[in-house]
């Protein structure tokens, strides 16, 4: 597509619930990046992918945060058993490498109850 | 220490003006750098690459310093749409790619 899509645009989850969110980075991009944005705070890295390798994850929280991307594309983070505090945006962005701009999807606004 | 500080601001000027803001970065290795504006719960959008000759872009100027570790992005004739928050970016390596906490730019009529 023309642009990274993120989905859902929103999410209310209940305490312990698991979440899938999910990027749509823009064709041809190897490089994929998942950042959580806290209010008034910049976006915080949480993982890397160049095509379907995750050669980073060095940013997740917990072992509750999980990503992955198997055929190199479209990549989902999960989150199981969401607290609080994982109430956040999560952004996808993706690039053709290293160097290069990011493009950051609209994100996803996850509001957990 | 954070690795990438920026002033939080706000910065609130009077349209017409110039303003300028630094972020500084801890990783001597660093090898690209980034300025990113952020509009209210909207997602980053990249504003312009920094290199080490400085360049401009219109009304922006980025530079950067590598012996003090600073970059900076200068707004000249600013206008009211101009009015975001702005993230410095700093890439060391392929994977680690880190954002400043933005500073906020309000600009006045």
């Known amino acids: 597509g023309a642009g990274v899509s993120q989905s859902p645009r929103y999410k209310v989850a209940k305490r312990g619930q698991d979440v899938a969110l999910r990027c749509d980075p823009i064709?041809?991009?190897?490089?994929l990046f998942w950042y959580q944005q806290a209010l008034g705070q910049g976006p915080e890295f949480l993982t890397y992918?160049?095509?379907?390798?995750?050669?980073?994850k060095s940013g997740l929280p917990s072992d509750r945060f999980f990503a992955e991307r198997p055929e190199g594309s479209v990549s989902t983070l999960k989150i199981q058993r969401t607290q609080q505090e994982d109430s956040a945006v999560y952004l996808c962005a993706s690039s053709l490498g290293a160097g290069n701009g990011y493009t950051f999807g609209s994100g996803t606004r996850l509001t957990v109850v | 220490r954070k690795e990438v500080e920026q002033d939080p601001g706000p910065f609130n000027v009077p349209e017409g003006a110039t303003v300028a803001f630094n972020c500084t970065y801890s990783n001597s290795a660093s090898q690209s750098f980034f300025w990113y504006r952020q509009d209210c719960r909207k997602e980053p959008k990249l504003l312009m690459s920094v290199y080490s000759s400085g360049n401009e872009d219109g009304r922006f100027t980025a530079q950067l310093n590598r012996a003090s570790q600073y970059i900076s992005l200068l707004i000249r004739d600013s206008k009211l749409s101009d009015s975001a928050t702005y993230l410095c970016v700093v890439q060391s390596s392929a994977s680690k790619i880190i954002f400043g906490s933005g500073t906020r730019l309000s600009i006045r009529p």
């Open positions: 992918f160049q095509n379907e390798a995750q050669l980073d």
């Open positions: 064709s041809g991009h190897v490089s």
